[in-house]
């Protein structure tokens, strides 16, 4: 059964710091890796998607990156802004016969940005 | 080229009453999944659906809960009975095929509220 943890489970950073979020798994059989973000009472924005094949993506001050190897990923941003406050969930993609595509998520990392 | 649409956004219920949660996804796509959020909770994998058949409910409580996605209309998650504990964020996904690497697409969900 696949398990997904993210550390930190909460991080405050003052503005203009790169930071890095960790999302790690145990079941590399995986089709892709995807990072969201979620803020208060809201949906879920996609951010990155990295395919099961690829080590990394990056999406303006966004860089996800996928080691399967290491059941790890990271997603790192850069010069960080109040406006990138939200909780942030890795969520992968399970490649299982039974898995039948299904999204398994992390429990998030809240992050604050303070000016 | 509307997105994944949920009804109602929010949704009070009694104890003991029925709540119906609509999911209509996006054009073109006829497999969707369910997550459920609990408060302080990642998201969680309930059903997955394809048009007329319920694939996987793996992750669907074994009681009060069930889910249709007809050949005409909306996905339906139904609670019968609702307890406090259902009180959640329910949201839909839609893809248009099964895994894969097609990412799936999130509705802005609806929250449940028991009283």
């Known amino acids: 059964k696949q398990e997904v943890t993210q550390i930190p489970a909460a991080l405050s950073v003052p503005e203009g710091e790169n930071l890095v979020l960790n999302c790690s798994f145990t079941d590399s059989a995986i089709y892709n890796l995807q990072w969201f973000r979620q803020d208060p009472g809201k949906g879920l924005t996609s951010l990155l998607l990295?395919?099961?094949?690829?080590r990394e993506q990056t999406s303006g001050r966004l860089n996800a990156s996928l080691d399967k190897s290491s059941g790890r990923s990271t997603l790192y941003i850069a010069a960080s802004q109040p406006g990138d406050s939200a909780t942030y969930l890795c969520a992968l993609q399970d490649a299982g016969g039974t898995s039948y595509g299904k999204l398994t998520f992390g429990q998030g990392t809240i992050l604050t940005v303070h000016p | 080229n509307a997105g994944v649409m949920q009804n109602p956004r929010h949704l009070v219920r009694r104890r003991g009453q029925e709540a119906r949660l609509r999911c209509s996804p996006m054009?073109?796509?006829?497999?969707v999944y369910w997550y459920r959020q609990l408060p302080e909770e990642g998201l969680k994998f309930m059903v997955y659906l394809q048009k007329e058949n319920i694939i996987d409910e793996s992750g669907m409580p074994k009681e009060r809960f069930s889910a249709e996605f007809p050949k005409e209309g909306p996905s339906i998650l139904r609670i019968q009975q609702v307890v406090r504990g259902d009180s959640a964020a329910y949201f839909c996904?839609?893809?248009?095929?099964?895994?894969?690497?097609?990412?799936?697409?999130f509705g802005d969900g609806t929250r449940l509220s028991i009283l």
């Open positions: 990295i395919q099961s094949s690829q």
């Open positions: 054009k073109g796509h006829s497999h």
């Open positions: 996904a839609s893809s248009p095929v099964q895994g894969g690497n097609q990412p799936q697409h």
